[in-house]
């Protein structure tokens, strides 16, 4: 079939010849040439193909004429085959016009065998074009590689690109482009950039890319897009040739709507969390004044004759108005999330249950109340009479937004919160949640009044009509429970807000009921006053002197350590205030304290406490919210002295535990 001429040589030759002689003369002329070879013979059409298939040839030899065939069958078998190798012809005779027709079907050359000399220089022409065609087509590859990777890496960018030419007209866009402008992106080749993006620049704002031209340097534009309702940053840069004349910009387009939506929510919040800063602190110095006014002014009502009726009615106008005052400290305390709440496990459809009858007098009989609630809600752990006061204030907004009737629709479910809704709504964490939504028919708002209804003063009832404290209050009492609070309102379409408190898992719903009162009588006991406020101070001891008790005093914790060490008698039980002056707290005090009278029982009293808060220690102890009058000091006294409990320490706080 075919013999092996040269197994040594780097050169691969195919020799198609069926004279042995003349291949091995052709061989032995390339080889005396300096040309390293390896060659093959074969002398049939099979043999051509089975080698062609085997092998990895870098040029062929043919004779014109063969036995049963000729070259221009090789050559067929050769380009049938895909292969790009070398063809070159020899023979004896040959025509010009049948050399041509093998030059025009794909011949690299033809070298007659009188002028066989002339066959080194053809093989080596022959390799060096294969070379530079081997060459060519890897920089081809590359190229193309090169170029599938940066319009990957294009088409991947997040950002709309477009490549304009001198007069606007879109060259180039990436696939983030015809997504922000709903249109393919091959559409938009040939378009003017004017067209079909700024086409919402009025007449005296010209467009990023008009004052590049017109400045020659970067521009840039942050603009509200109202038919894409998208607010985008929008740059061009401009390209220019080695010479510095611009030929023209590249165009990028960044939608920042949801980063704007976020910025302006963390400032609302930023705002409303310094407003409730300010308004917590003005309000724990405020309710030690108000205790001092309300204490008096009791005491005097106590001692003041039935007789005078015009000095009794003036110290009641006092009280009156300290209790207004402490009322207003309270919305404040509530709106700034630092009022002490008495946390519960409950079910939203039991807490919305009991107040229906209340919310349907409260709104009045040409406002339809509509009850929806979950059967398998899940359980949240809140204050259930902070949650109630939430209903009865946006209640009370709904119906003053509804002056000619409608419809109040209150409905609760469980619902879970994945990662996409902060991006959507805003700040919260994923999880699972109970969502109660409140929603009127009534006038909605607009924008920019819903972005103020949670600021504390902020109303839009007529003078007089309004304290604009309701919402304020509902956003504290929402934050303080670990909670969300959203509005959705449109002019004329009525508003929705929806809270979402987050469920507890693995603990059922327990409302403890209100105790009854107890009796008014009060037993024999020894209490010690921690307070640091000198003038609350002497109040609660004349207060509680009066009543009965043996009063001792101390305005640090450390006083009232060394009074526990040192007094001999017992003490029945501490009133203790929870911020104190010193280097130890009213939970501390307590802490200490339950060592050192065990049997002794425990009041803390407080405005706020962020030290309380969320530790769960208010549902641990005896709490006293400043500021209260003496009847509900009176009460809390008796039925903490009335109870069979002692406090003992536990790590982080205080509790009771029953004897």
Not at 604 to 609: E, K, V
Request: proline fraction near 3%; aromatic fraction near 4%.
């Amino acid at each position: 079939m075919g013999e092996t001429l040269d197994a040594n040589r780097r050169v691969r030759i195919l020799v198609v010849d069926d004279s042995a002689a003349d291949a091995e003369l052709m061989i032995s002329l390339l080889q005396r040439e300096g040309l390293p070879i390896v060659a093959h013979r074969v002398d049939t059409p099979e043999s051509f193909q089975q080698r062609l298939t085997e092998g990895d040839f870098d040029l062929i030899l043919s004779d014109h004429n063969l036995q049963t065939w000729n070259a221009m069958d090789a050559l067929q078998i050769l380009q049938r085959s895909g292969r790009d190798i070398p063809f070159i012809v020899v023979t004896g005779t040959l025509g010009d016009e049948r050399a041509v027709e093998y030059l025009k079907n794909g011949a690299n050359d033809y070298v007659l065998k009188e002028n066989l000399e002339r066959l080194p220089m053809a093989v080596r022409r022959a390799l060096q074009e294969k070379s530079q065609r081997d060459e060519n087509q890897q920089l081809q590859a590359k190229i193309q590689a090169s170029k599938e990777a940066w319009e990957r890496t294009f088409d991947a960018i997040p950002d709309s690109i477009m490549l304009l030419d001198r007069a606007g007209r879109i060259l180039l866009a990436n696939s983030a482009t015809g997504t922000l402008l709903g249109a393919g992106a091959h559409d938009l080749i040939g378009k003017e950039c004017f067209a079909v993006v700024h086409n919402f620049c009025s007449a005296h704002q010209e467009c990023p890319f008009q004052r590049m031209l017109s400045s020659g340097r970067e521009e840039e534009a942050e603009i509200t897009e109202p038919h894409l309702k998208k607010i985008l940053r929008i740059s061009c840069v401009p390209l220019r040739n080695g010479n510095g004349k611009l030929e023209g910009a590249v165009h990028l387009m960044r939608d920042i709507t949801e980063r704007k939506h976020f910025e302006q929510e963390m400032a609302q919040a930023q705002k409303l969390e310094a407003i409730g800063r300010l308004a917590a602190g003005v309000a724990h110095d405020f309710n030690n004044i108000l205790g001092v006014i309300q204490g008096y002014s009791e005491l005097m009502q106590e001692q003041i004759p039935e007789s005078d009726t015009a000095l009794r009615r003036q110290v009641s106008e006092i009280a009156k108005a300290a209790h207004r005052a402490a009322g207003v400290t309270r919305q404040l305390l509530a709106f700034s999330r630092k009022q002490v709440m008495q946390l519960r496990a409950v079910h939203l459809t039991d807490v919305v249950t009991d107040l229906a009858q209340m919310l349907r007098t409260l709104i009045g009989e040409k406002i339809e109340l509509e009850i929806r609630t979950a059967d398998d809600l899940a359980a949240v752990k809140v204050d259930p009479i902070q949650i109630q006061q939430v209903l009865i204030n946006l209640a009370i907004n709904a119906r003053d937004a509804m002056p000619n009737g409608g419809r109040l629709t209150i409905s609760t479910c469980n619902v879970e919160l994945d990662s996409q809704y902060p991006r959507m709504q805003g700040p919260v964490v994923p999880g699972r949640y109970v969502m109660i939504a409140v929603s009127d028919t009534g006038v909605g708002m607009d924008e920019n009044t819903a972005s103020h209804i949670f600021e504390p003063f902020f109303t839009t009832k007529e003078r007089g009509k309004g304290t604009g404290f309701g919402l304020s209050i509902v956003y504290g009492i929402v934050k303080q429970s670990g909670g969300y609070i959203w509005v959705y309102s449109e002019l004329g379409r009525g508003t929705t807000f929806k809270i979402y408190l987050p469920q507890l898992a693995g603990e059922s719903a327990n409302v403890v009921p209100i105790a009854a009162l107890l009796s008014e009588k009060a037993s024999p006991a020894t209490i010690l006053v921690v307070e640091d406020e000198e003038a609350l101070a002497e109040m609660l001891h004349t207060s509680l002197e009066k009543c009965g008790y043996t009063v001792l005093q101390a305005a640090t914790g450390e006083e009232a350590l060394n009074i526990a060490h040192s007094y001999d008698g017992t003490i029945d039980l501490l009133l203790s205030d929870l911020v104190l002056r010193g280097t130890m707290d009213g939970i501390e005090l307590a802490d200490e304290w339950a060592v050192t009278r065990p049997n002794s029982r425990l009041i803390l009293m407080s405005g706020y406490s962020d030290a309380l808060i969320g530790t769960g220690l208010n549902t641990r102890m005896e709490l006293l919210e400043k500021p209260f009058t003496n009847a509900e000091l009176r009460r809390k006294i008796r039925r903490a002295l009335s109870e069979s409990t002692r406090v003992i320490p536990l790590a982080g706080g205080t509790v009771r535990a029953s004897r």
